[in-house]
């Protein structure tokens, strides 16, 4: 048989803070001891705030163009296009999300603390 301690992750990991969180927060759901544990691993809170609002911001930023950028590819809606003899180039949309990315690192980020 093997020992359980073994497979437990040391507590000055991430999910380390998470097992012990879960132990004595049973009320709490997944997603409250992982935002739970978030603000306990970082033991700063203004900084795992600016952290976690940046990364929410980027996820539901480009988590939202992604699969407009796909389906434009496709040409299903070529139709409905305002400018539809101005069809971007791959370069030029790679262009475009550099620039989307240096921007909100050099203006978003710094507002954000």
Known sequence: QRNSTLLAAPPDTYWGQFEEISKYNTHLNLIERLWTT?????????????????????????????????IDSLGLLKNYKIQDNKIPSLQEQWNCARFVLLSHFTVELPQIW
């Open 38 to 70: 978030w603000y306990a691993w970082m033991q700063n809170d203004v900084l795992a705030t600016g952290i976690m609002s940046f990364l929410m911001h980027e996820i539901v930023y480009f988590g939202r163009s992604l699969p407009w950028i796909f």
